[in-house]
């Protein structure tokens, strides 16, 4: 059950539900067609079960459909789903995939698969201890987390402020900066 709940949280807010039934024919429509966002976007229908029955199975097909055609999204809803398994969806948990499918989503410019990668790199798991190459992907991320945290994600904030406490991702140690970026999270509730 946390892995559902896990996936739900990365869901979440990228999709409102305002889709509207002919909305979501014209989804599946531009999704048959190869469209990697229509694709995304019937995923996370299939997912949440709007306008359909809940179907797991039918979201990892669109998932793993709007990954293999470059959505930065679903490439990092690909790794989650490996790293952690996914039963209502009858995947199990696969390091090798997860791996391959957390660099597809950060070499696409996913800051959150950057910040996963670093970190892989950073402690030497599923690929060889890299401090550079950590901080390469590091200061990535950071860029990407700037550009969410501009348009008011307090996830983003928050991770910039771990930057800052940490002094990773080109940024120097500074924990007032660290600070401010905590209580500018948590002031704006998201």
């Known amino acids: 059950m946390k892995v559902t709940s896990l996936i739900g949280l990365l869901c979440m807010n990228l999709m409102s539900s305002a889709f509207a039934a002919d909305d979501f024919q014209a989804a599946l429509k531009k999704a048959g067609q190869g469209n990697a966002q229509a694709q995304y976007d019937v995923a ?23 990954a293999e055609n470059g959505h930065a999204e679903a490439q990092f809803n690909m790794f989650s789903f490996f790293q952690w398994g996914w039963e209502r969806a009858q995947l199990p948990k696969d390091g090798v995939q997860a791996f391959v499918w957390l660099k597809k989503a950060a070499d696409n410019n996913h800051p959150s698969a950057q910040d996963w990668l670093a970190g892989f790199y950073e402690r030497g798991e599923r690929v ?11 200061s990535k991320a950071v860029v990407g987390f700037r550009k969410l945290a501009d348009q008011g994600n307090g996830w983003a904030m928050s991770r910039i402020g771990y930057y800052y406490e940490n002094g990773i991702g080109g940024l120097e140690k500074n924990l007032e ?14």
């Open 44 to 66: 996370v229908i299939f997912f949440k079960g709007e306008l359909v029955k809940e179907d797991h199975i039918e979201a990892l097909k669109w998932y793993r459909k709007a």
């Open 128 to 138: 060889e201890k890299n401090p550079q190459e950590a901080e390469k992907w590091y």
């Open 177 to 190: 900066e660290a600070e401010k970026w905590y209580f500018t999270e948590l002031r704006t509730g998201s």
